[in-house]
């Protein structure tokens, strides 16, 4: 079996001692350096989005096994096409007489050749089209989004009858609870957490899952992608700034029981603070759960670099074990960003009594 087939295939669980002694030929085969750089490649490829699900290459035949997604450009015009014309970036896709390379996942006008002019730092100085695809971030959001609204769903239904929880309800009414009397409550207040329960569920579960679907065979890195914690941070900003009462507002420009000249300096700090609290959430989130996956990734590899069969025992036994920790970590970020995201909403709506 292939390096490449194998570290997108195997699950931790799957590890089984015929598949290292496999793994044992690729080594001798290709040389280590060759090893290495293939592992560290697919490492890359897997923190990183991409314009299709790439599941395996068998290096022998040189056949790329996955599926293509939808590429969207506005390129003076618009241009929909499947990534399957990029052939895994190895030809030029052609839409109503433009022409386009994939180049380190990035989409690039070109020529019918293909050719690409890079700088003195090799970066491609080509001009590149509005890209609006839907790649396997953008499709996994997709259907973790979907899944929790499924979810939701059902157990909607089972109350709105009126009914004793059951199914999905059963195992869904704790969590809720949890989030209601463990989070919301205690950082929000009784008076105000009710409005703000949809958003903290749906966050607390869009990420418990996506961290999830991460560790799964073939699943992708969604909550590692800095562009996806944006979106979550940015949101959290803007129903705390919204929601910010007077007393909020008066708190950062204009401190009570703080000597004058103390509120001018201390203001533009308390002002930096309110950026600074969802920048700390965007980096958290996607900080915790990209080394998770380039750690356990490592591991993996490393599997494949050493012979002796003590050395892989110890790292087999070192990569189940942070495999078990990195479900911990899948619900303890969900957690964290929810009831950091409900103290800073609690902080927006609570209302002082100065003496």
Known sequence: MQ????LRIVAVLLFTAPFLATASDEHGEHGEKSLKETIKEDIQHHVKDSHDFHLFTDEESGTHVGFPLPV????DGLHVFMSSAFHHGEEVAESNGRYYALY??????????????????????NAKPL?????????SIIIISLIVFLIFRGTAKVY?????????????????LFVKDEIAIPNIGEKHYKKYMSFLLTVFFFIWIANLVGLMPFGVN?????????ALAILTFLITQFSGKKDYWKHIFWMPGVPVPMKFILAPIELLGVFIKPFALMIRLFANISAGHIVLMSLIGLLFLFQNW??????????????????????LQAYIFTMLSALYFGMA???HEHH
């Open 3 to 6: 390096i490449k087939k194998s």
């Open 72 to 75: 969207i450009l506005w390129d």
């Open 104 to 125: 380190h996942g990035k989409i690039y006008n070109t020529n019918a050749a293909g050719e690409l002019e890079f700088d003195e730092h090799g970066h491609p100085e």
């Open 131 to 139: 890209d609006f695809s839907i790649t396997k971030g953008v499709a």
């Open 160 to 176: 709105g009858k009126g009914q004793v929880p059951k199914g999905i309800a059963k195992f869904m009414e704790p969590l809720i």
């Open 222 to 230: 969604v909550t590692g992608n800095i562009a996806v914690t944006f």
């Open 310 to 331: 003590f050395a892989r025992g110890a790292f087999l036994g070192l990569t189940l074990f942070l495999s078990i920790i990195e479900l911990l970590v899948a619900f």
């Open 349 to 351: 709506v609570e209302e």
